[in-house]
């Protein structure tokens, strides 16, 4: 089983809409959770960490569920620009050479059509 | 801030030479900085970390004699390719960590080195 999996999608997503998605990970002990956003060929972006309480970052939710180990990405109000594939990012953790990395999802594609 | 940039941003060589990929922190000192690899249409697999000053530690399955990594001042880490051959084509994303500020797990990217061994 893969420490983080995501849907790849694609999501495709009319402008306006609404569009949520999910990543599970396997590491009970991880505590650090990020997003990010990768545009096609480039590098990856931060794009929201997300705290236990959950957060918002203007259009963007983020949700946490340790209990069942998986974090949620919520985009309202989609723009073109939102298309990317955005990246579930959790830290490694419960060994001793695990502090400071991270383990990446390979992504969901989002596409958003006008 | 939080810049980190990578140079060169695209690189074409011929099988058996060897190619030096530079990271730089512009804005901060990085204490702590990674090199990852990403295969089209995979996520991005860490090979190695580099902490200023000391050896590099690399993950399992990266070989260290192909893959030297260099970390010689707070603001910049090297990873020469050395030998390269068309399977190491990949594009290859250094990140970096502030451990000064903010949350001490987030790491902040280079642009990516594309790289095609022919």
């Known amino acids: 089983r893969k420490e983080v999996e995501q849907d790849p999608g694609p999501f495709n997503v009319p402008e306006g809409a609404t569009v949520a998605f999910n990543c599970t990970y396997s590491?009970?002990?991880?505590?650090?959770f990020f997003w990010y956003r990768q545009d096609c060929r480039k590098e990856p972006k931060l794009l929201m960490s997300?705290?236990?309480s959950g957060n918002e970052d203007g259009r963007f939710t983020a949700q946490l569920n340790r209990a069942s180990q998986y974090i949620s990405l919520l985009i309202r109000d989609s723009k073109l620009s939102d298309s990317a594939t955005y990246l579930c990012?959790?830290?490694?953790?419960?060994?001793?050479?695990?502090?400071?990395?991270?383990?990446f999802g390979a992504g969901t594609q989002v596409v958003v059509t006008p | 801030g939080a810049v980190v940039s990578q140079h060169p941003s695209w690189v074409i060589c011929k099988s058996g030479t060897s190619v030096k990929i530079e990271c730089r922190s512009l804005?901060?000192?990085?204490?702590?900085m990674f090199w990852y690899r990403q295969f089209p249409k995979q996520s991005l697999m860490l090979m190695a970390t580099?902490?200023?000053?000391?050896?590099?530690?690399?993950e399992q399955g990266v070989e260290k004699d192909k893959f030297l990594i260099n970390h010689a001042s707070l603001t910049l880490s090297t990873l020469t390719v050395t030998s390269a051959h068309p399977e190491d084509s990949s594009f290859y994303i250094c990140?970096?960590?502030?451990?000064?500020?903010?949350?001490?797990?987030?790491?902040?990217f280079g642009p990516g080195t594309r790289l095609t061994v022919l």
């Open positions: 990140s970096a960590r502030d451990g000064y500020r903010g949350h001490t797990d987030t790491q902040y």
């Open positions: 590491n009970s002990a991880s505590q650090s």
């Open positions: 997300v705290y236990s």
């Open positions: 990012v959790v830290n490694k953790a419960g060994t001793t050479d695990s502090w400071g990395k991270l383990q």
């Open positions: 804005d901060f000192q990085a204490t702590t």
């Open positions: 580099s902490n200023e000053g000391s050896k590099a530690t690399y």
